[in-house]
């Protein structure tokens, strides 16, 4: 698949310019950070090294159709089936960063999507784009506790006005502002009061100042696609920081409910209301507990009820 990618990504401007590529087609995919990763621990410090990076978005119409669901990034994001994994019933989504609250996890996270926001060692450009990185773990810890409390803050403002004031009160006394506008300082005092004395009106306001800020400074850039702009992630040597916050924009500005699994903690986007699970295997856990529950004491029943007549 590497060489097939490689071999579309270095046809794609012959194609544009010799006319092959069809006009009016505008949607881009962000491509992913590298088409094979691989990642090295030493010690606190992760090596990474990737071959296949793409270092601008492309049209849909230069990728195969079969290609551009591996290609793009956003769509690994938004919670595809890793079945190259051989995991086809685990769901990876930006929430996966959120919830990687171990260096198992968090290495994990890195093989399949790449470094977060790590320091670029050096680019050899003449085949296929071999780029390599290194990403403390201290910083990548950091990153994923930033991140996850963003989701956090996300979900209690995306509740439709039933947001847990004390939970919110806790997230925002955990976040940095960095701005100098002097009401946005004031209002960070909020977080401090006493529960009694908190109200939604002022509360909720800060929080939605909070993100923001923070999502504005990772906000989207312009690309020009056939004579028009379209705003899109930028996914760089050094990691794709902007493209996880770019999706958790997207499901903040959708108002979006961010759901808590019910069997292993972690966070998902809740498509159809009432779902309880963030994946199909939680999913079947919990209407396994569900059946348990309702059904326990008839099973029980007949087990010992077959356990008297054998004897």
């Known amino acids: ?107 994990a996270f890195v093989t399949e999507f790449g470094p977060v926001s790590g320091r670029l060692l050096g680019i050899d450009a003449s085949s296929a784009w071999e780029v390599k990185v290194r990403e403390d773990l201290g910083s990548l810890r950091r990153e994923q506790g930033i991140f996850r409390t963003m989701v956090q803050i996300v979900q209690q403002v995306n509740r439709n006005g039933l947001a847990d004031l004390d939970v919110l009160r806790d997230l925002l006394n955990t976040t940095d502002v960095e701005t100098f ?36 400074q990772h906000a989207p850039r312009l690309f020009a696609f056939n004579g028009e702009a379209v705003e899109l992630p930028h996914v760089d040597f050094t990691g794709i920081r902007d493209a996880l916050y770019f999706q958790l924009r997207l499901d903040y500005l959708a108002h979006r ?11 998902f986007s809740v498509f159809k209301r009432g779902t309880r699970g963030c994946k199909p295997s939680c999913q079947r856990a919990l ?22 007549e054998r004897k």
């Not at 995991?87 to 960063?97: H, V």
């Not at 306001?205 to 923001?212: G, I, N, V």
């Not at 409910?257 to 966070?267: K, P």
């Open 257 to 267: 409910a961010i759901g808590t699994c019910l069997n292993c903690g972690g966070h």
């Open 1 to 107: 698949m590497l060489d097939q990618s490689t071999s579309v990504l270095r046809n794609s401007k012959r194609l544009a310019i010799e006319g092959i590529v069809k006009p009016g087609m505008h949607k881009a995919i962000v491509p992913i950070w590298a088409q094979r990763i691989e990642v090295e621990r030493r010690k606190d410090a992760l090596f990474i090294t990737g071959w296949g990076h793409t270092p601008d978005p492309l049209r849909a119409d230069q990728v195969p159709p079969k290609l551009r669901s591996k290609l793009d990034i956003l769509q690994g994001l938004r919670g595809y089936r890793l079945r190259h994994l051989g995991r086809p019933d685990e769901i990876a989504s930006i929430y996966e960063f959120a919830d990687a609250t171990d260096d198992e996890k968090l290495i």
């Open 287 to 308: 209407r396994n507990q569900r059946y348990w529950t309702k059904s326990k004491s008839g099973i029980n029943a007949q087990r010992r009820k077959k356990s008297t």
């Open 181 to 216: 506008d002097q009401e946005i300082l004031a209002l960070s005092a909020i977080a401090g009061i006493s529960p009694k004395s908190v109200k939604a009106a002022d509360l909720v306001p800060m929080a939605h100042l909070t993100l923001c800020l923070k999502f504005n």
